[in-house]
């Protein structure tokens, strides 16, 4: 599809027999005092965990600051501010674990500075994990009501709003999603609440929205789901029994129950004992007094959905949502409404957004094939091939250089690369030439041709002065029955005719370890079907004995042996030379002459004397095209010998043709063949 290839400007290869997947991968910088310098960090399935920092073009040992294998496999990698000590950390998901590391540079005696890897958090998952996304879940917006609550959920409501006030500015939540469908959200270490998605049935690309204020996924019914963070804080936990308690602590404070309900009776006409009696008991079952969860809007993909990602691509104000499917690729407004739907004719593996000046964005799509196509709303701008099929692609700046394009593939080969061509390293000297002479040109060119006309071109391929020659000695007589087994069914002698085979070498040398391999029809079963050759002669011609035994109650079709030699000639080269010899029918022939396949049928050729007819008979039909065949062709080479010119050959095969009386009732066997049983 692209003329052009992407140019390798830095690439490694992340261990050995490792896995890795699209959220394998993440680039940024770990300290945020030095944010000109990125690093690259990825993940293994196998667990294992590096960090590197490119330096210049091509890699070198100092860009790797950081190797460590983790206890667990890694399914994802956020960089980020999670907790309150300020700087960037690394959120690690694995199956059953969320760890919060912190790198922190480490400089050595000789001055290379490195990495090191410290724990700061680890939460222990209830359930297998999916995927996770990170956020300011609740404080994109204010969240304290306006109007005094009335009812119970409203009290919950509130509580949940008053969570989201205590969010801090510059740490980021955690949202991580179950295999089974359940959003754990985490809070600086902490579990805030749990809930499951409805109707779920496989894990799908989980997205935040800051706008929005929003969780978007996409179901496994392929739907594109979008959920309101206070709804998924003020919604019950579905199919759990919750008491009172376990709702207060949920929501992050310990609020006892008679100032619950002195709030409730403050602004209702009711009393507070009349509010505790509303209110969940310890293990009371709150299903019938909780809000159910909904979904904001929801939007019918119709395929599965590799990623998802927010940004502004159709050039609005507002944040776009874009998602990338198996063959589609669409974008949705912060309402759910379709903006722009692009079918792909290729088969797309990941995405990345990256923007280009303003509020403009550009797309960049990695197919399965290699191609990269970056797209300015709808429209084709670039395309280059890449030597892998990545499974995450980002754009991001090394080492000054803008525009760099990161791709890793699923065996870890990470790789830097531009779009474009090198610049040249010499500039084309244009030189202004006097006016072209054509009568001149076409003069050169009809002598050229002339000579070459001349010359004349050879008729048969060159033949290389040193190869091996195969020669073939077929007996025209099968071998004696006192020398062959039995056989077990019939308790006659199988049928067996030994084939000689020469091989000698046209060159100075010899050769060594020549390999012979032998293909025989079918119906017909070789003793040895590869043999190996010690030694091949210039001078003498090795030997080489092939039985073949005629096995089964299954009519052969052909007739043809097949071997192919291989070796390696003087000068190194491999080589092969091959051969075909036909398994010749008994020489002597009569008027009336019968063959008998081995526990098979009979077929009988008549011959008359002067009329130049051949009859073929047999009681079966398919046993008849194996002598129809060898009659026909040694009539052909009988009436146009090998010996005769091209011409002579070409008259020869007018006058000469070969007919069929009767029509072959090929349609009526096809009907009366019995079928299986």
């Known amino acids: 599809m692209s003329l052009y290839k992407a140019r390798e400007w830095w690439s490694t290869s992340c261990g050995h027999e490792e896995e890795y997947e699209t959220r394998s991968l993440v680039i940024g910088s770990i300290d945020s005092s030095s944010s000109e310098q990125g690093n690259i960090i990825t993940g293994s399935l196998q667990g294992v965990l590096r960090v590197y920092q490119p330096h210049g073009q091509g890699f070198s040992v100092e860009d790797l600051l950081l190797e460590v294998q983790l206890p667990a496999p890694v399914l994802q990698l956020e960089l980020g501010t999670f907790t309150s000590l300020g700087g960037h950390q690394l959120a690690v998901l694995h199956p059953r674990k969320l760890v919060t590391y912190n790198l922190s540079s480490l400089a050595s005696s000789q001055g290379t500075a490195g990495l090191q890897l410290n724990k ?3 939460q222990v998952l209830d359930r297998s994990a999916a995927n996770m996304v990170c956020g300011n879940f609740g404080g994109s917006k204010g969240t304290t009501p306006h109007s005094a609550p009335h009812t119970l959920l ?10 989201a006030m205590h969010h801090s500015a510059g740490a980021l939540q955690i949202c991580v999603q179950s295999m089974d469908g359940q959003l754990s959200f985490y809070e600086r270490e902490t579990l805030a609440f749990s809930r499951f998605l409805p109707q779920f049935l496989l894990p799908g690309p989980l997205c935040y929205s800051q706008a929005l204020d929003c969780i978007i996924t996409c179901s496994s019914a392929y739907e594109v789901e979008c959920y309101k963070y206070q709804t998924l804080a003020a919604a019950q936990a579905a199919a759990t029994k919750t008491t009172g308690a376990t709702i207060v602590s949920a929501l992050g ?44 809007w929801k939007w019918v993909f119709g395929e599965m959905a590799w990623d998802i990602q927010i940004s502004s691509f159709t050039g609005s104000e507002e944040s776009d949502i874009v998602l990338l499917g198996e063959h589609t690729l669409v974008v949705l407004n912060s309402q759910g409404q379709l903006c722009l739907q692009k079918r792909f004719d290729y088969q797309p593996v990941a995405f990345t957004m990256y923007n280009v000046s303003g509020n403009r964005n550009n797309l960049l799509v990695a197919a399965a094939t290699g191609q990269m196509m970056v797209y300015s709303h709808k429209r084709v701008v670039w395309a ?10 980002k754009v991001a700046t090394f080492a000054g250089l803008q525009g760099l394009i990161l791709t890793l593939d699923d065996a ?27 009568a001149a040109l076409d003069s050169e060119y009809r002598e050229v041709a002339g000579h070459i006309q001349a010359l004349g071109a050879p008729s048969e391929a060159v033949v290389p002065q040193e190869q091996l020659l195969i020669t073939a000695q077929v007996p025209s007589l099968l071998d004696r029955s006192e020398d062959l087994p039995q056989d077990m069914l019939s308790g006659s002698a199988f049928s067996a005719v030994t084939v000689h085979l020469y091989l000698r070498h046209s060159g100075a040398a010899s050769l060594t370890d020549v ?10 079963h070789l003793d040895q079907d590869c043999i190996t050759v010690p030694h091949v002669s210039s001078t003498d011609s090795s ?45 002597q022939y009569a008027n009336v ?34 002598i129809v065949q060898e009659l026909c062709q040694r009539l052909r080479h009988f009436f146009i010998t090998a010996e005769s010119s091209e011409q002579e050959r070409a008259g020869s095969q007018e006058d000469f043709a070969i007919t069929f009386k009767v029509k072959l009732l090929l349609s009526q066997h096809s009907i009366a063949k019995p079928g299986p049983p």
Request: proline residues 6%; hydrophobic residues 35%.
């Open 412 to 438: 870890g080969k990470l790789v830097l690369s531009y779009m474009g061509t090198d610049p040249p390293m010499q500039s084309v000297d244009v030189r202004h030439s006097a006016e072209v002479d054509f």
């Open 384 to 393: 280059a091939k890449g030597d892998t099929c990545p499974v995450a692609v």
């Open 515 to 524: 390999t012979l391999s032998l293909d025989a029809p079918p119906g017909l």
């Open 253 to 296: 404070f310990r609020i006892c129950v008679h100032y619950i309900a002195s709030m409730v009776a403050r602004h209702c006409t009711c009393t507070a004992e009349s509010v505790k009696r509303l209110l969940p008991l310890p293990g009371a079952d709150t299903n019938s007094k909780c809000k159910q969860l909904h979904t904001e």
């Open 154 to 163: 409203a009290v919950q409501a509130e509580l949940c709003n008053s969570s």
């Open 120 to 122: 700061l958090s680890e």
């Open 543 to 587: 030997a080489v004995i092939v039985r073949l035994q005629g096995r089964g109650s299954g009519v052969p079709s052909d007739n043809t042996l097949t071997a192919v030699a291989t070796y390696t000639s003087s000068s190194g080269e491999p080589r092969t030379t091959s051969t075909k010899m036909d398994l010749q029918q008994p020489g």
């Open 593 to 626: 002459m019968s063959f008998k396949y081995m526990r098979g049928p009979v077929v009988t050729i008549l011959v008359s004397k002067s009329a130049g007819r051949y009859r073929i008979q047999s009681d079966s039909f398919e046993a008849m095209w194996l």
